[in-house]
């Protein structure tokens, strides 16, 4: 069997792959991929006339729990195509750390195909018989496998350090900002993306939908991320608008580990509950104003965005009702009119789960419109913004800050606590001065937590005098409203099937007022 290998050719393929976890890892020099290269490639120099080198295939920044890699998948290729017989790796890890499919190639893969697999540090040669390393090469790939596995761990704990912390750990930024150049966690406002940001809030705020959003920034050639960024030529489409507006990143709050990957191993990614999100406000710059971002936020809230754009818009679209079942009223098409329909009896109308609360949608909307004119027509707008700016519901922040207060007593208490068991000799003093350090840490960001929220507190007293008087004036001539500020003002109207209505406002002042006035259905 020795004669054999020294008289046959060998066409060497040599496999290089440093992972980007063992560069963040600051993993040993030797694993550099100039000293892998260096290393093996004295190896063959040694090796005789009888071998060849063909070519060094180099995987810089790719995982060894995924064989789908440029450079490994040439050296297959070649293989497949009769150019090299023979691989080479530093050591066994290299070629990859998935146990089950490094195992594949070595024991079946590159026997089936006729192929020499020699790991120089490991002291594996698959062509060699009587050698004890073969033996143990399975488990060296199960070691390997458990150490990308922990790893994983490691850095996934490390992320949501980070994430929870509000430091941005994504490897793309949000149209509009940029990485900071002093802190790769932090982010910036990118001023020309910024504008293309503002544009499109701005026109969600005075009441345009998508679609026109859509229209306008491709009929003005408004450039997308990919043309600034990759100079590729690409559309807006909705979903892209629709992400953006509904993007808390641009008032200033980071939410993150929306998704992850499903294991180590598998590569696919899928969306965590909401519960696992990491949401800290005030982490960067906002360019566009919270208000501002809230409010369109309630103005799109019962709006589909995902939905193709349809031909017909209502004004009370989103809001009806069916009061006996609590589901949705459609409105659909009935030969010349426009029906209202129980969508829960339209769905199921042979089970008799409900009835057709089925009226006319034009009388029904003039009704309604007729009603709220009513309403306000003997109020001035003085009394109109006094009564919203009164009624707009808060946040207890104090309730919440005297939680915080509380949290912080209670740790307190447990560093007195934990210093009486170091006096004791319960704990040692290095355990003492680690959980004393961790507690302090803790304190410090309840601080900041509770001055964050006593800066929201006071910013929320300040009311947007402007918003509301615009609010005001455009519901009170009600010429040509439109369905975002019915949104902004009527939370629901539920539709008896004896037609009967109810409307409840997002204000307590209007619910009040309301009570003085009769909704005549004649």
């Known amino acids: 069997m020795l004669e054999e290998i020294i008289r046959k050719t060998y066409k060497i393929a040599i496999y290089i792959r440093l992972s980007k976890e063992d560069e963040d890892r600051g993993y040993d020099e030797s694993e550099s991929i100039t000293n892998q290269k260096t290393l093996l490639l004295e190896y063959v120099e040694k090796l005789g006339p009888n071998y060849e080198l063909v070519d060094v295939y180099t995987d810089p920044g790719y995982t060894g729990t995924n064989f789908n890699r440029p450079d490994f998948k040439r050296m297959i290729n070649d293989i497949n195509l009769g150019k090299v017989n023979m691989v080479i790796t530093k050591d066994l890890s290299r070629l990859g750390r998935d146990y089950i499919e490094t195992g594949e190639y070595i024991e079946k893969w590159f026997p089936e195909n006729n192929i020499r697999y020699v790991s120089v540090t490991d002291g594996i040669d698959t062509f060699s018989e009587n050698n004890g390393n073969n033996d143990i090469a399975p488990f060296k790939s199960i070691l390997n496998d458990m150490y990308s596995k ?7 704990t490390a992320l949501h350090t980070m994430q929870a912390q509000g430091k941005w750990v994504g490897a793309k930024t949000p149209l509009g900002y940029i990485k900071d150049p002093n802190d790769k966690n932090k982010l910036i406002i990118c001023e020309e993306e910024s504008k293309i940001v503002k544009i499109i809030f701005d026109m969600a705020y005075s009441g345009k939908n998508i679609g026109k959003i859509k229209n306008y920034l491709n009929d003005n050639n408004v450039p997308t991320a990919y043309q600034l960024r990759y100079n590729k030529f690409t559309y807006w489409n909705s979903k892209t608008i629709k992400r953006m507006l509904t993007n808390p990143v641009y008032k200033g709050v980071t939410v993150q580990n929306k998704m992850s990957r499903i294991s180590y191993k598998n590569r696919k990614i899928r969306p965590n509950p909401e519960e696992q999100w990491f949401i800290v406000e005030n982490t960067h710059e906002p360019i566009i104003e919270p208000s501002k971002f809230d409010s369109i ?16 818009y209502f004004l009370l679209e989103g809001l009806m009702i069916c009061y006996e079942c609590k589901h949705k009223i459609g409105v659909k098409k009935d030969r010349n009119t426009w029906e209202m329909m129980c969508n829960n009896y339209r769905r199921f109308s042979k089970l008799k789960v409900c009835t057709a609360h089925g009226f006319s949608y034009i009388k029904f909307e003039e009704l309604i419109l007729r009603y709220l004119k009513k309403i306000f027509e003997n109020i001035d707008n003085d009394k109109i913004e006094s009564s919203i700016k ?25 560093i007195d606590k934990m210093y009486m068991d170091k006096l004791n000799n319960k704990i040692t003093e290095e355990m003492y001065e680690r959980l004393y350090n961790k507690i302090q840490r803790g304190i410090k960001l309840k ?27 455009e519901y009170l001539s009600l010429e040509k409203p439109k369905p975002e500020l019915m949104k902004l003002l009527i939370n629901r109207i539920e539709i008896h099937q004896d037609k009967q209505i109810d409307i409840y406002f997002n204000f307590k002042k209007l619910n009040e007022l309301k009570e003085n006035y009769t909704l005549n259905q004649t």
């Open 150 to 156: 922990d790893l994983s761990k490691k850095i996934k």
């Open 297 to 312: 936020q309630k103005m799109r809230i019962a709006q589909n965005y995902g939905r193709a754009e349809k031909k017909n």
């Open 390 to 414: 009164n009624s707009k519901s808060s946040i207890d922040y104090t309730k919440m800050q005297e939680k915080i207060k509380k949290d912080i007593v209670v740790m307190n208490g447990n």
């Open 447 to 473: 601080e900041k937590e509770y001055l964050d929220l006593e800066k929201t507190k006071n910013n929320s007293l300040k009311d947007k005098d402007e918003d509301i008087k615009k609010l005001v004036k």
